[in-house]
């Protein structure tokens, strides 16, 4: 299950406007104990609809520009973009905690393109290792 905060790292979208796309519909969570949760098929519907996935993609696009014509706050930071097959609900997870985790600046998303993922990384050279060791224990 993810929460709120964790769709809004992920998607890299403020909380308005996952509250604004769970009143439209355009989102489906279940509220536990005051707090929303959602499932890895809630999250799935939702990349599905095709202007999440533009917009998704546009956003991942322009922070990559950004940051390699030296227009970004990570300015001295490590670059790392990967496609790889679709990961468990497991695995995003733990990549996903792990980010939470750093203390450095940094920029992660994860977005599905056809039957991949692409996951684009800028952050610490070490972090940056760290996460792709991570990912690399998904194909093992």
Same mark, same amino acid.
């Given at each position: 299950?993810?929460?709120?905060?964790?769709?809004?790292?992920?998607?890299?979208?403020?909380?308005?406007?996952?509250?604004?796309?769970?009143?439209?519909?355009?989102?489906?969570?279940?509220?536990?104990?005051?707090?929303?949760?959602?499932?890895?098929?809630?999250?799935?519907?939702? @990349?599905? *609809?095709?202007?999440? $996935?533009?917009?998704?993609? &546009?956003?991942? !696009?322009?922070? %990559?520009?950004?940051?390699?014509? /030296?227009?970004?706050?990570?300015?001295?930071?490590?670059?790392?973009? @990967?496609? *790889?097959?679709?990961? $468990?609900?497991?695995?995003? &997870?733990?990549? !996903?905690?792990? %980010?939470?985790?750093?203390?450095? /600046?940094?920029?992660?998303?994860?977005?599905?393109?056809?039957?991949?993922?692409?996951?684009?990384?800028?952050?610490?050279?070490?972090?940056?290792?760290?996460?792709?060791?991570?990912?690399?224990?998904?194909?093992?």
């Amino acid at each position: 299950m993810y929460r709120l905060p964790d769709l809004m790292k992920m998607f890299d979208i403020p909380e308005r406007t996952i509250r604004r796309h769970l009143s439209l519909g355009i989102l489906s969570g279940s509220k536990v104990g005051g707090s929303w949760r959602f499932s890895e098929e809630d999250v799935k519907q939702y @990349l599905d *609809q095709n202007q999440i $996935t533009k917009s998704q993609s &546009k956003s991942a !696009t322009n922070k %990559v520009f950004d940051f390699i014509n /030296g227009v970004s706050n990570l300015k001295d930071k490590t670059l790392v973009s @990967l496609n *790889q097959p679709i990961m $468990t609900e497991a695995k995003v &997870k733990e990549l !996903t905690d792990f %980010v939470n985790t750093l203390s450095h /600046g940094f920029y992660f998303n994860i977005s599905p393109h056809s039957n991949l993922q692409n996951i684009t990384f800028i952050g610490d050279f070490e972090d940056a290792i760290h996460l792709t060791r991570l990912m690399q224990n998904n194909h093992e």
